[in-house]
């Protein structure tokens, strides 16, 4: 089954500790991005890679790093969380033309 | 600044009436619009298109409309189903491999 998958759906955590939370795809698709979704604010975009080895920032790209080893995976690093990270974050893939994203079902992710 | 703007954050509809949903955009550069469709717990879901060379584009109980002198798209869902309940979300791009720039979102609420 074509999918994005994402680990983990929920995730509670403290000021300062490093998290990472994994994304992968299984459709061999080229472009991959990370979003927030936040009350009132919709989704924007955090980060972007159009290909292995090629990374960009989004719109809100603070406290947020990303790596693109592989084309399969696109894992969002938080080095240092804060509360304003709280947050409900998805992944997304597209083929080459990245108008038609698919969506991950989305990591929960709570700082105190 | 937002470029992707819908301004109603919620709309409620009886079944099998007309549900219309908007959204207005700044940038005239953008040439591709999409609808996505988000249920809770879940990540959005491609819902449908429409390029800026087209002024319609229909799929079933679907139809997007491209009013691009007044920067202005719509969604008409016909008949509304309550199954059509969900967050939907505009977005819009340019030419090449930039991304995607969503609205906020409307909470269409379809009553039976």
């Known amino acids: 089954e074509a999918q994005v998958t994402q680990n983990p759906r929920y995730l509670i955590t403290v000021t300062g500790k490093k998290l990472t939370v994994t994304c992968s795809q299984n459709m061999n698709h080229e472009y991959m991005s990370w979003y927030r979704q936040d009350p009132g604010l919709g989704l924007r975009q955090i980060y972007y890679?159009?290909?292995?080895?090629?990374?960009d920032k989004g719109d809100v790209p603070e406290g947020y790093k990303v790596s693109r080893k592989e084309k399969r995976n696109f894992p969002l690093i938080l080095e240092s969380p804060s509360p304003n990270q709280t947050s409900l974050y998805f992944c997304a893939s597209s083929p080459e033309n990245q108008e038609t994203q698919y969506f991950g079902p989305g990591t929960r992710l709570l700082v105190l | 600044d937002q470029q992707v703007k819908q301004n109603s954050p919620s709309l409620s509809v009886q079944e099998g009436r007309i549900s219309i949903l908007n959204c207005d955009y700044t940038?005239?550069?953008?040439?591709?619009f999409l609808w996505y469709k988000k249920y809770p717990a879940e990540g959005p879901t491609f819902l449908i298109s429409i390029s800026s060379i087209k002024d319609k584009n229909e799929d079933g109980r679907f139809t997007v409309f491209l009013n691009k002198s007044a920067k202005h798209l719509s969604l008409h869902i016909v008949p509304s189903q309550p199954g059509d309940s969900a967050v939907y979300f505009c977005a819009a791009s340019l030419t090449g491999n930039t991304p995607l720039v969503f609205g906020k979102g409307t909470r269409l609420s379809v009553i039976a």
């Open positions: 940038n005239s550069m953008f040439d591709y």
């Open positions: 890679s159009m290909n292995v080895e090629v990374t």
